[in-house]
């Protein structure tokens, strides 16, 4: 079992890691941080912290495109090219075949993020000449990132076991952008003072991922590291969220029917 | 079923985690939060055409920026102005954003940034953008008068505000009485309580309120301080309390201040405000 | 060797996703090599080509056969030989580091036959596996699927051309519209149905058309050529010697195969009551015909 998810999750990346739009997606990231580097020389002692905020943010902002378009292919783009068939009716189980495609995909995402990271510390290098203690808060700003990243895969995993592949990303999207505004949402409903208000946005905000406490940004490219607790917190957060989602698109994946 | 059951318990556990986690960050200082665009003018360009909706969004954002740090007693709000000024570039014409803004950011702190020429720059740009738009001009006066006390300048931009077309009587009533008698108790009770009429916010209204039961408490400790001191005079002692001077019939009863709380006499002879009172005299100037 | 038949939308591919278990049944159940069909050990023992299949973008054709043999369990030089192997038998062994995308429809069915053989099943499916190919094409997985055959694989497929399964199969079954027409020998199952003969004549006179006309149910000119249909066998030799008395000259005369469509519009009307539900057992390994 164990074996055969092994080998849909390095199939799966290398199908996905070839894909050319991911490239680009990289190209342009990279790019941005070549960019940020020439508009800080311009720009009066912040230049580090623009770059940290701007390199930071494209890793975030393509690493959730990146995440979101081979999130969406993970099943629904089988289904509707039907390798899925072929798939199936070889001695594979589907939860197998979910979990596989799953790993498979963070393996791609990380892959992505690690280039865009190098290029990251290229450019800041190239600015600062050195590399000193502070700089590797980046490190851990990018797993946060990279944990959120696994999430939004394992939504866009739940919404393609059910719709087409222009709708769950859509939907996929709408999530990430709500996970972002959560504690917004819930202190709108705490300040509100109407009682079945706050208990709506608190169901949501326990019901859906909440992403506010995994961006530390500003906060790295002001030299602050997370506390290790947040460290722990977020890990288990992710990893706990994973498995529901992991879980909930087995269940609706066992059910299908490819007609 | 196993898969099923595994969500569930996989929710169970994740409700605890994020309350722990709330709870561990609400001990923490808050960190600032990114402003991705510092000018107006490149949102503008980068929000393809949205810049009412956009303008919409900033300006939540200040309302709940400015919410959220005084409730956490923030000593500084140093990215109000900023997201008041992207909010008014947006949108020229959200005249609560000035509004708002010639309150809280002129005011000095707790109750606001304390940034009163931040402020004066705003609501000028506002006149420049909204130029029949008389109550700017009373929002202006009102940041010369009341945070600066520069009263001529004051006096000034109530007179040019009373000018414009359908500007109410009492502009010109202001002008007079901040030009004659700056800083009187009066002038600025009739200023907050015309901030009070037209504020657009609660926030706005409450910090009226707060600003006029201030004012009000002063003035009565004002009244009781000279009561004490003809007390002194007359029986040539100081009273030990208030009592005192109710039963020696200076009082008919120990007053109460706005909020409800009773005042009483400090060790060093003065009036002061009563332990649980809810009034906030620092708030005047 | 087993047929699958029918007109599109009949079923055929249902029937096949059922037994593969990518479609569930509403009810009743199928025995594959003696086994339930949803037995999770019997995929070990089948093959399966989908209709026009089609596979990932950017993996080459080895990878892909390697993909599908690890995840039935090969590994190692086994997998390697084995995927070798399968190249070579169906033809691609110069093009298997070739990116999948850029195949064409003929190599692309080659790829899926190779695909449903990796892990040498002794039960194979075929959906349509001529479907979309040039006649070229068609020839080399007719062929494939004789070498099977040969070898004793039991083969199932399904397709909607009668001739394919002529030439290919021993026993067809005939669906439509989600039921059980006949199942049988193919020839055996139209031979009731044979709609006549059709005789040509070559400027034939008036006379004899006169003469001929009794016996026909249809009288067809098309330029100086005369299609006449004779709907009864044993009117066949009279029509004959009638036209011969006259001196008329003769073209040809062919017994009419009955269409597989004209089949179904006969059996549609006569044996609906008779027809099984798909649901219910068909016999799925006719060990014994291949």
Redesign the interface.
């Known amino acids: 079992m164990i074996s055969r998810i092994i080998t849909i999750a390095l199939h799966t990346c290398k199908e996905s890691v070839r894909e050319k739009v991911l490239y680009n997606l990289i190209g342009f990231a990279l790019l941005l941080m070549a960019a940020a580097v020439l508009f800080g020389s311009i720009s009066l002692g912040v230049d580090q912290i623009i770059l940290i905020n701007l390199g930071l943010s494209a890793i975030s902002v393509f690493g959730l495109l990146i995440a979101i378009f081979i999130g969406i292919g993970l099943v629904s783009k089988e289904i509707e090219r039907r390798t899925i068939y072929n798939i199936l009716s070889k001695p594979v189980a589907r939860p197998e075949f979910i979990i596989g495609k799953y790993c498979g995909l963070v393996l791609t995402l990380t892959i992505n993020a690690a280039v865009m990271t190098a290029g990251f510390y290229v450019a800041l290098f190239y600015l600062q000449r050195r590399l000193v203690g502070p700089d590797w808060i980046g490190l851990q700003c990018v797993y946060f990132i990279l944990l959120q990243l696994a999430i939004v895969i394992g939504v866009a995993l739940l919404f393609s076991c059910v719709t087409t592949p222009i709708l769950s990303a859509t939907f996929t999207f709408c999530v990430y952008v709500i996970g972002n505004f959560l504690s917004d949402i819930r202190w709108f409903g705490q300040e509100s003072g109407n009682t079945s208000l706050l208990k709506l946005t608190s169901v949501i905000y326990y019901l859906l991922p909440n992403f506010s406490d995994f961006q530390t940004i500003s906060q790295t490219a002001h030299g602050v590291a997370a506390p290790p607790y947040l460290v722990t917190a977020n890990t288990l957060y992710a990893l706990l969220y994973i498995t529901i989602l992991i879980c909930a698109s087995v269940l609706i994946f066992e059910a299908k029917e490819f007609r | 079923m196993i898969?099923?059951s595994?969500?569930m318990a996989?929710?169970a556990?994740?409700?605890p985690?994020?309350r722990?986690?709330d709870r561990?960050?609400r001990s923490?200082p808050q960190?600032?939060?990114?402003l991705?665009f510092r000018s107006g003018r490149a949102l503008r360009r980068w929000g393809l055409g949205y810049d009412g909706l956009l303008a919409d969004i900033y300006w939540t954002r200040a309302v709940?920026y400015f919410?959220?740090k005084r409730l956490a007693h923030a000593r500084r709000y140093p990215l109000l102005g900023a997201l008041l000024r992207i909010t008014t570039a947006l949108d020229p014409h959200l005249l609560i954003a000035y509004r708002f803004g010639s309150i809280f950011l002129a005011e000095k702190p707790p109750g606001g940034a304390g940034e009163p020429q931040a402020a004066l720059q705003l609501i000028r740009r506002g006149i420049v953008a909204n130029p029949s738009y008389w109550r700017l001009w009373e929002d202006l006066g009102f940041i010369y008068y009341w945070d600066l006390k520069d009263y001529p300048m004051a006096a000034r931009a109530f007179q040019t505000g009373s000018r414009q077309p359908g500007a109410y009587v009492w502009m010109k009533a202001m002008a007079a009485a901040v030009a004659a008698q700056g800083g009187e108790i009066n002038t600025s009770r009739l200023l907050w309580t015309q901030i009070y009429q037209t504020a657009g916010t609660q926030d706005v209204r409450a910090s009226a309120v707060a600003h006029l039961a201030a004012l009000d408490a002063e003035q009565q400790i004002s009244e009781l301080d000279k009561l004490v001191e003809r007390y002194r005079r007359e029986k040539g002692r100081p009273p030990a309390s208030l009592e005192d001077l109710v039963f020696s019939g200076y009082l008919r009863a120990i007053p109460k201040d706005p909020s409800g709380a009773a005042y009483t006499l400090a060790r060093d002879g003065r009036v002061t405000l009563g332990p649980s009172s809810k009034v906030d005299l620092s708030l005047l100037p | 060797m087993f047929g699958l038949l029918g007109p599109n939308g009949a079923g055929k591919t249902t029937t096949l996703k059922i037994l593969l278990r990518l479609v569930f049944p509403t009810s009743g159940t199928a025995r594959l090599l003696g086994r339930k069909f949803d037995d999770p050990q019997i995929h070990r023992r089948i093959g399966y080509l989908p209709e026009n299949p089609y596979f990932y973008d950017h993996l080459t054709a080895e990878e892909f056969l390697r993909y599908v043999g690890q995840l039935c369990g090969l590994s190692g030089g086994n997998l390697r030989h084995r995927v070798r192997a399968l190249f070579d038998r169906v033809g691609l062994a110069d093009f298997q580091d070739e990116p999948l995308r850029k195949f064409s429809k003929g190599m692309i069915q080659r790829v899926g036959i190779a695909q449903a053989l990796v892990n040498d099943p002794e039960l194979i499916f075929l959906d349509e596996p001529m479907s979309g190919l040039d006649p070229l094409g068609r020839r080399d997985v007719r062929n494939l699927i004789l070498q099977l055959k040969a070898e004793g694989k039991t083969i199932f497929f399904s397709t909607h051309i009668l001739s394919d399964a002529e030439t290919l199969c021993d026993r067809v079954a005939v669906l439509h519209r989600g039921r059980l027409q006949g199942c049988g020998e193919l020839r055996t199952l139209l031979q009731s149905a044979v709609s006549g003969t059709e005789i040509l004549f070559e400027n034939p006179s008036d006379e004899v058309l006169q003469a001929v006309a009794p016996f026909c149910s249809s009288i067809f000119r098309t330029g100086g050529r005369v299609r006449v249909t004779v709907p009864k066998e044993s009117d066949v030799e009279k029509c004959l010697s009638v036209a011969i008395q006259l001196h008329a000259k003769l073209v040809s005369m062919n017994p009419v195969g009955m269409s597989l469509e004209d089949y179904f519009m006969a059996q549609v009307g006569g044996r609906l009551e008779s027809a099984k539900r798909p649901g219910e057992e068909i016999p799925v390994s006719p060990r014994d015909d291949s």
Do not use: M, N, P
């Open positions: 898969w099923g595994v969500v996989a929710f556990a994740l409700w985690l994020q722990a986690i561990q960050q923490l960190a600032e939060g990114l991705y709940q919410g959220r």
